[in-house]
């Protein structure tokens, strides 16, 4: 059974700390995708980044980076220096033969970031 | 990049009255399109599946007299919300992938916001 989980519901910080959203995934796949996505109050979303499992290298876009950790099934997010506009809630995804490349979601963490 | 046009943004009608949403590709060929609802503070939800020229696959839970989708073109996929109810509000959000794609980010539409009254 394929799953992704984040274990964070919502988290709150003052603008300029980081923050690192946690993604945990399940599959018996070997050859499957993660992504993240962000979802502003507006509700559109907006695609952030995709990885396949033989990836294993970090990436880094900016102020955000993301950390892909095959041996913990881990793939966590972490935004640098946190501005108010970083507010939104961010979706873990995954999708594999399994899942009949449907993307199967995390339940979403939902980031606060206070002026 | 591409882009998927999904209209109406927000709608507000009566219970009883029927809905119908649009899910376009503006610069690609879709050969599949999904259709998602999402509850307040809930992750999205697959409603059903739908592939150019052939009847969706709907979740389990989700039916299909009620949710009526077509897909009758490669870039324009429709639901249609019949005899909508309170219970039916919610925010509706489409999504496409072009052909061989299917490991690579699905494109989504803004979303639909709908309110029964």
């Known amino acids: 059974a394929q799953k992704v989980t984040q274990a964070q519901t919502e988290i709150s910080v003052v603008e300029k700390e980081d923050v690192t959203l946690d993604c945990v995934y399940e599959?018996?796949?070997?050859?499957?995708?993660l992504f993240w996505y962000k979802q502003p109050p507006s509700g559109e979303l907006v695609f952030l980044i995709r990885r396949n499992s033989f990836d294993e290298q970090n990436e880094i876009s900016g102020r955000y980076s993301w950390n892909f950790q095959k041996s913990t099934s881990s793939f966590n997010f972490t935004i640098t220096a946190s501005q108010v506009v970083d507010s939104a809630v961010y979706f873990c995804a995954l999708t594999s033969l399994d899942s009949n490349y449907q993307l199967i979601w995390g339940a979403g963490t939902k980031l606060i970031i206070k002026p | 990049g591409a882009v998927v046009s999904q209209h109406p943004s927000w709608v507000i009608c009566k219970s009883g009255t029927s809905v119908k949403i649009e899910c376009r590709s503006l610069d690609f060929q879709a050969t599949t399109m999904f259709w998602y609802r999402q509850f307040p503070k809930q992750s999205l939800m697959l409603m059903a599946t739908?592939?150019?020229?052939?009847?969706?696959?709907?979740e389990q839970g989700v039916e299909k007299d009620k949710f009526l989708i077509n897909h009758a073109s490669l870039t324009l996929s429709t639901l249609t919300v019949t005899s909508a109810h309170p219970e039916d509000s919610s925010f509706y959000i489409c999504s496409a992938e072009g052909q061989g794609s299917s490991n690579q980010p699905q494109h989504f539409g803004d979303g639909t916001r709908l309110s029964i009254l």
């Open positions: 599959t018996r796949d070997t050859t499957y995708y």
């Open positions: 739908s592939n150019e020229g052939s009847k969706a696959t709907y």
